[in-house]
Every structure is written in C-alpha cells, then in structure tokens.
C-alpha cells in the first residue's frame, strides 16, 4: 500500500510539472505568482511636476539574481538602454527614479526583467505629504477594480505587455451586482492608458457602480487610484 501511495504520488507530481512547463499562467491560477515573477512591471511612475517615484525590488530567493530594468513611455516606445542591476540572495535593490534616472524623459513605466522566478517589488510616488504605493505585478487577462470613489475621483490605467493590441471589456457593477455599464476599449503593444473612471465609461453614467471588472485577450498590467477632491488623500492598487 505505501508503495502505491508514493506511485501515485509521483504521477500526480508529474502531471501538476506537465501542465505548469506546457499551460499558459492564467489571471487566478494558484501558481501564477511562481511563474510571472520573472517580468514584473511598474506600472506607475510620476517625476514630474513635483512628484518623485520610488521603485524597489525584492529577492527573496536563495539565488543571486541579474536583471535589467527598462524604461517606457506612454506609446510602448523604451526610454533610453535597459540599465543592468545585481540583488544578491534574499536582497533589495531601491532607486529614485526622477533623482537617478532624470534624462530618460517622460517615464511612465518600468518593468524588470529577471531569470528567477519569485520576485517582488513595488512603486511609491509622492509629492510633500500625499502618497501612494502600487504592488508591481505581471500580465493578467481578467481583473477587478475593486472599489469607485464617487466623493472623490477614481483613475484606471492599463499597461499591455502584449505584442498586439489589447481588446479589453470593462464592466461596471453595482454593490448588487447588477451590470451598470459595459464598454470596450482598445490598447496598442507596449501602449500606457489612463483615464478617470467615468470618462472611461462615457457617455454612460456609472454613478451607481462601486467597481470594475475587465477582460482581455493580451496580457496587461491594471491598476487604480482613488484620490480625494482637494488633492489631499491618494490611495492606489494594482488590480486584482
């Protein structure tokens, strides 16, 4: 019976290696955040205007691992070579962008590219004493917004890591779960868009919806800022 036990056992491994070296990572799959790990973007980045923009990386590997961060505009278009950086086993690499990275124009993103699955890292922009902090995260093809900011503002940005265009359904519903508005939008490879909510959504009014679903076909990278109406609170997330 043992002897049977640890057969099946070891099918059972095979097929979970099988279908993680052949399948495609899905938005939810439970081993998603082992496999994306290894490009992961920042998809926010304000050093204009005041606004300075932290970025970070973890690694909390037992390996030492040699990445390289490259720079974005809004088109897809990279800003200037892709810039080499070493984290040693279980290390963290933080950079200023605006500081350290002033002559590469108008960065809107950043992504980091690594051998090593399982990194982390995050991007906090500031300016005097209003901040936020966005998880930096791989491509998902479906996500929520999760929460509409109707006394203040809500923006949402979407960053296509695909190769081609990115057609893209966002749904807006009701604490109910009722539909409220449906609307489709279109982003090019490489391309940054961000829009306040309810122009996303025009001419239809989502005064009624407490927050957002999206599907696409091409990998993306979301996220969504709720900010006060006198400027004086932010608060932002990567979409979920």
């Known amino acids: 019976m043992r002897y049977r036990n640890r057969e099946l056992s070891a099918v059972l491994l095979g097929v979970v290696l099988s279908l993680l070296i052949t399948s495609p990572v899905l938005?939810?799959?439970?081993?998603?955040?082992?496999?994306?790990q290894t490009k992961i973007c920042f998809s926010h980045v304000a050093i204009t205007d005041g606004w300075e923009t932290e970025v970070a990386v973890v690694?909390?590997?037992a390996k030492r691992v040699g990445g390289n961060l490259?720079?974005?505009?809004?088109?897809?278009?990279?800003?200037?070579?892709a810039v080499p950086v070493t984290i040693n086993s279980h290390g963290r690499y933080q950079v200023e962008v605006g500081t350290t990275f002033a002559n590469r124009g108008n960065i809107e993103y950043m992504i980091f590219t690594a051998s090593t699955y399982g990194l982390k890292g995050y991007s906090k922009f500031y300016k005097g004493g209003v901040r936020a902090s966005i998880v930096a995260s791989a491509p998902q093809t479906t996500g929520l917004f999760t929460k509409l900011d109707h006394e203040g503002w809500t923006g949402i940005a979407f960053v296509n890591m695909g190769s081609s265009v990115a057609h893209i359904i966002l749904t807006a519903y009701s604490d109910a779960g009722?539909?409220?508005a449906v609307k489709p939008m279109d982003?090019?490879?490489g391309a940054k868009v961000v829009k306040t909510a309810e122009k996303l959504f025009a001419p239809q009014s989502i005064s009624s919806a407490s927050y957002v679903s999206f599907d696409s076909d091409q990998g993306v990278v979301g996220f969504f800022l709720n900010g006060s109406s006198d400027?004086?609170?932010l608060d932002g997330s990567k979409a979920l």
């Open 27 to 36: 938005a939810g799959d439970a081993f998603s955040d082992l496999f994306s």
């Open 59 to 61: 690694n909390p590997t």
């Open 70 to 81: 490259t720079f974005y505009g809004m088109e897809g278009n990279q800003l200037g070579a």
């Open 178 to 180: 009722q539909a409220v």
């Open 187 to 189: 982003v090019g490879p």
């Open 231 to 233: 400027g004086t609170k």
